[in-house]
C-alpha cells in the first residue's frame, strides 16, 4: 500500500475525539494534541463522503458515489490512490468511523475476504477509467500519471522518470507511454524476460508491443490472437539445431555427392557439441541453413497446439561457442556459419532476423578487449583495422543480411553508483601510484542496488582464485583445499591432484597468484570502456564490409550489430572477482543500452536465468522457480524509451550518428565516452567518464557549427541530453572540449574512422 509520513497529514484528520485512547496516546508520542477539526478535513469532492480511516489516518474510509450507489473505498489523502473495500471492513476493529451523519448502511458494497480487505465483487470496476483511474498490479487504482513522477535514480541524469515494482514477482508496463519504434530497430525481451499470463492487452495484442517491444520469448503461451509471428523470439544451440537440421535432410535423401556427408552430422548424440562440417560441400552447408530455418519456421499457441504460425518475420537467435576449427572445402568455420546463414535468409525471405551469439565481428578487438592498453600505439590500434581482421567476409555473409553481438561482453561488475573508486589519504586527497595514476579502492564493500545489498570484492573470491580443471576427464575443481598456499601468497596444486591430471583453469578463470588479483573498483572502470571498444570497433568493421569504407555516421542496413545484454552480472568469468550473479544496477542498464543505440547499434535483446515456458503464471508468482525482483527490466525500458521515444516515426537510416569516443586509444587516455543522434535540428546525445571520482565534476564545451554549450559532468553518473542545434550539419562539424583527470587537454570531432588523426583536432 502506498505509504505517506504521518508528519505530513494534516491534524484535522489525525486525530478526533472519537478516536480510541490507546491511538490518541501514540499520536502524542510524536507531539500531537487530541483536537477535533474532522469538518475542516482534507477537501472532497462532491461524489464523496469521508468516513474516517483504518488502522491510520493516511489510510481514509470514504464513500464515493458511482451509479449503482455508495461503496466504501479506502484512499490517501491526495487520492493518488483507490482501493476497494469490502462492506465488512466496518466490523474490523481497527476501523475508526468519525463521521456520525452518514447512514453506513447506504453502503452497496459487498462484503468480501480477509475481513474486507479484499476488493468486493460487486464493486463497479467499469466507471475507474473515466475517473482517471488505472488498476495497478497490487489491486490499487492509481490516478494516472501518478507512478510516472518516480524519481530518477542517482546515477543517471536527463532521462524519463519511472517508477520500479512494488514486490517481486510483478512488472508494470502500463505506466510506460505508447512508443512506436522506429523503423529498423529491433528490441527483444529475450530468454529469461518477464512475461506473465495476465499481461495487460491494448488493441487486442499484449500491450508490451505498444511500449517498445518488437519480440518477445514464450508467446506460445498466450492465446493466437494476441500476437503474431513477427513478434516472436527464439533462441537455440546452433550444434542442437544442426543435428535436427541434417536429420530432417537424410528424411528427404539429401546426402550423397551434392550435400556431403550430412549423415554425419545426423547420426550425432545431441549432447555432442563438435559438428564434423568438412564433410559438408558448400551446397550442402546452405541447405543445412534452409533446413535450421525449416526446424523454426513456424510457431503454436496454447489454444492451437499445431505449428502453423509462419515465423519468417521473426528472430532467431543461435548461440555458437563450441565449434572446433576444421579444414573445409568452402573455407574456415566462419565460411561455413556464413553459408548457412544465407540458406536461412533465401528459405525465410528478407524479413527474418537471425542474431548470431558469441561469434566475434573481427578478431584484433577480441583478442584484445580484455587486455590492458597502456602500451598501444596510434600504429597498433590504427592496423587493427584491415580487411584481414574482418571474420565475417566469406561469399556466404556477403550474400545475405544478419545481426552479430557486439564485442565487449556481459557487465561483470555492478555500476558503482554513489561511492569512492581511488584511495585517499588522511587528508581526502586521492592518492597516486609511483607512475603518477591514480591508485583505485582495494577493499570489500557493499551498494544497496534495488534496495537489495550487492558487494564488491576487492580480491577474487577462493574459488576463482583455486579454480582447477581436467583436460582429459572435463572435471572442475573450485577452492583452496585442492591447493597449497606459498609464503609470498601465491598458490600450487597439491601434488595429488596434479597427478590426477589437474591443472589451472583455462580461459583465465584461475588466477593462482596475487600479481593477478584486481580489485573490483579498477575492473570496472576497464568493463566500462570495453563495452565502448567492443561497440566502436565493430562498428568500424561492419560498415567496411558492407559499405566498403570506414564511415559509421550511417546505420548498415545489411550486415548489424546488436546487443545481447544480460541485465545482471556474469558470475564466474575473467574481469570479475564474483562466483555470484549480481543485479548490475540502473546506471549500467542505461549505459549499455545508450551506447549501442545512439552509436549504431540497429537492435538490442536481454538475457537472465530461465527457461521456456508453454504456460505462464499471473503476476505474483514466480515465474522461472524463484522469486525475483524485475526491477532491471523496468529500467531496461525506460533507458529503450529515452533513445526512441523522440525519434518515433522516423527510420534509422535517415538519422546521423556522432562519435566523441576512439576505441582503446580513448580508454588509455582516460577519455570521454560519448555518442550520439543527430536528427531534424535535434542532438540526442549521452556521456559518461568512468575514471572520474565520485562526485567529481567535469567541465565540457560542446561545439555543433557555430553553436557552443558548456556541459558539466559528475563522477559516476550517465548523464543524456537533447540540444536543440544546427541542421545540415556533418558529424566533423560538432566538437567536443574537455580536459582529463590526467591534465590532458583533449578535442575531438563527431567523426570515427580507422584512422585516430582523423578524429582528434
Not at 274 to 303: F, M, W
Not at 558 to 571: I, M, N, V
Request: overall charge positive; charged content about 20%.
Amino acid at each position: 500500500m502506498k505509504k505517506i509520513g504521518i508528519a505530513l497529514i494534516p491534524l484535522s484528520v489525525i486525530l478526533t475525539l472519537s478516536a480510541p485512547f490507546h491511538r490518541i496516546k501514540e499520536y502524542a508520542k510524536q507531539g500531537f494534541t487530541a483536537e477535533n477539526h474532522f469538518r475542516e478535513s482534507v477537501v472532497q469532492d462532491k461524489n464523496e463522503v469521508i468516513l474516517g480511516f483504518w488502522d491510520v489516518p493516511e489510510r481514509l474510509l470514504v464513500a464515493r458515489k458511482f451509479k449503482a450507489g455508495y461503496f466504501l473505498v479506502q484512499r490517501d489523502p491526495a487520492a493518488t490512490y483507490l482501493v476497494p473495500r469490502g462492506k465488512n471492513l466496518l466490523n474490523d476493529p481497527r476501523t475508526v468511523i468519525q463521521n456520525k451523519t452518514f447512514q453506513l448502511t447506504l453502503l452497496k458494497s459487498a462484503d468480501s475476504d480477509i475481513g474486507g480487505l479484499y476488493p468486493p465483487a460487486n464493486f463497479p470496476v467499469d466507471e475507474m477509467p473515466a475517473l482517471g483511474y488505472r488498476q495497478n498490479d497490487e489491486g490499487e487504482w492509481v490516478k494516472a500519471g501518478a507512478l510516472t513522477t518516480a524519481t530518477v535514480p542517482a546515477g543517471i541524469t536527463g532521462v524519463m522518470k519511472y517508477a520500479l515494482p512494488k514486490g517481486n514477482n510483478t512488472t508494470d508496463w502500463e505506466q510506460f507511454p505508447d512508443l512506436n519504434v522506429p523503423q529498423g530497430i529491433t528490441h527483444v525481451g529475450g530468454y529469461g524476460f518477464p512475461l506473465y499470463k495476465n499481461e495487460k492487452l491494448q488493441n487486442g495484442k499484449l500491450n508490451l508491443f505498444s511500449k517498445g517491444f518488437t519480440n518477445l520469448i514464450n508467446l506460445n503461451a498466450f492465446p493466437r490472437k494476441v500476437w503474431e509471428g513477427k513478434n516472436s523470439y527464439y533462441f537455440n544451440q546452433l550444434h542442437y539445431l544442426l543435428k535436427v537440421a541434417a536429420r530432417n535432410m537424410v528424411k528427404q535423401g539429401k546426402t550423397g555427392t551434392k550435400y556431403g556427408n550430412i549423415t554425419a552430422i545426423a547420426n550425432l548424440d545431441n549432447a555432442n557439441t563438435q559438428i564434423p562440417y568438412n564433410g559438408v560441400t558448400v551446397e550442402g552447408a546452405k541447405e543445412l541453413g534452409r533446413h535450421l530455418y525449416y526446424t523454426a519456421c513456424c510457431g503454436n499457441s496454447i489454444d492451437d497446439q499445431r505449428y502453423n504460425i509462419p515465423q519468417n518475420e521473426s528472430v532467431i537467435m543461435l548461440d555458437e561457442e563450441s565449434m572446433t576449427p576444421l579444414n573445409w572445402a568452402g573455407g574456415d568455420s566462419y565460411a561455413f556459419l556464413g553459408y548457412l546463414n544465407q540458406g536461412m535468409m533465401e528459405a525465410a525471405g528478407p524479413a527474418y532476423r537471425v542474431f548470431w551469439y558469441a561469434q566475434p565481428v573481427q578478431k584484433w578487438s577480441f583478442a584484445h578487449a580484455t587486455q590492458g592498453v597502456s602500451q598501444l600505439t596510434e600504429k597498433d590500434i590504427e592496423a587493427a583495422f584491415t580487411d584481414g581482421n574482418i571474420l565475417m567476409n566469406s561469399p556466404g555473409w556477403k550474400n545475405s543480411a544478419w545481426y552479430v553481438d557486439a564485442t565487449g561482453g556481459y557487465s561483470k561488475i555492478p555500476f558503482l553508483s554513489n561511492t569512492d573508486i581511488y584511495e585517499r589519504a588522511a587528508n581526502g586527497k586521492i592518492l597516486s601510484d609511483k607512475g603518477g595514476f591514480r591508485k583505485y579502492r582495494s577493499q570489500n564493500f557493499n551498494l544497496k542496488i534495488y534496495n537489495r545489498t550487492i558487494p564488491v570484492l576487492a580480491t577474487p573470491d577462493e574459488n576463482l582464485r583455486y579454480a582447477l580443471s581436467n583436460s582429459k576427464t572435463g572435471e572442475q575443481l573450485f577452492g583452496r583445499q585442492y591447493v597449497d598456499i606459498n609464503a609470498d601468497g601465491s598458490a600450487s596444486i597439491k601434488r595429488e591432484y596434479a597427478r590426477k591430471g589437474f591443472s589451472w583453469h583455462y580461459n583465465g578463470l584461475a588466477r593462482p597468484y596475487p600479481s593477478y588479483w584486481e580489485p573490483e573498483t579498477r575492473m570496472w572502470v576497464d568493463g566500462i570502456y570495453r563495452r565502448a571498444d567492443g561497440i566502436m570497433t565493430d562498428l568500424l568493421m561492419l560498415a567496411r564490409l558492407e559499405k566498403g569504407r570506414w564511415d559509421i555516421s550511417k546505420a548498415n542496413l545489411k550486415y548489424k550489430l546488436y546487443g545481447e545484454h544480460r541485465p545482471q552480472t556474469e558470475p564466474w568469468t575473467f574481469g570479475g572477482n564474483s562466483v555470484d550473479v549480481r543485479e548490475v544496477g540502473e546506471s549500467q542498464i542505461f549505459y549499455d543500452t545508450f551506447m549501442l543505440l545512439m552509436s549504431g547499434g540497429q537492435a538490442l535483446s536481454s538475457w537472465d536465468d530461465g527457461f521456456y515456458r508453454g504456460e505462464l503464471p499471473e503476476k505474483g508468482q514466480p515465474l522461472y522457480n524463484k522469486d525475483d525482483y524485475w526491477g532491471r527490466y523496468h529500467s531496461k525500458l525506460a533507458a529503450v524509451q529515452t533513445v526512441l521515444k523522440p525519434l518515433e516515426g522516423s527510420r534509422s537510416a535517415d538519422w546521423t550518428y556522432i562519435h566523441f569516443y576512439y576505441p582503446f586509444w580513448g580508454r588509455k587516455n582516460s577519455e570521454i565516452i560519448s555518442s550520439g543522434i543527430y536528427f531534424k535540428g535535434k542532438l540526442y546525445v549521452f556521456f559518461l567518464n568512468p575514471t572520474l571520482e565520485n562526485q567529481e565534476k567535469q567541465p565540457l564545451t560542446l561545439t555543433a557549427g557555430t553553436q557552443t554549450y558548456p556541459l558539466e559532468l559528475t563522477g559516476h553518473e550517465v548523464y543524456y541530453q537533447v540540444l536543440d542545434v544546427p541542421q545540415g550539419l556533418d558529424p566533423k562539424d560538432f566538437k567536443l572540449a574537455y580536459t582529463t583527470i590526467y591534465g590532458r587537454k583533449v578535442k575531438v570531432n563527431g567523426r570515427v574512422t580507422n584512422k585516430i588523426g582523423e578524429h582528434y583536432e
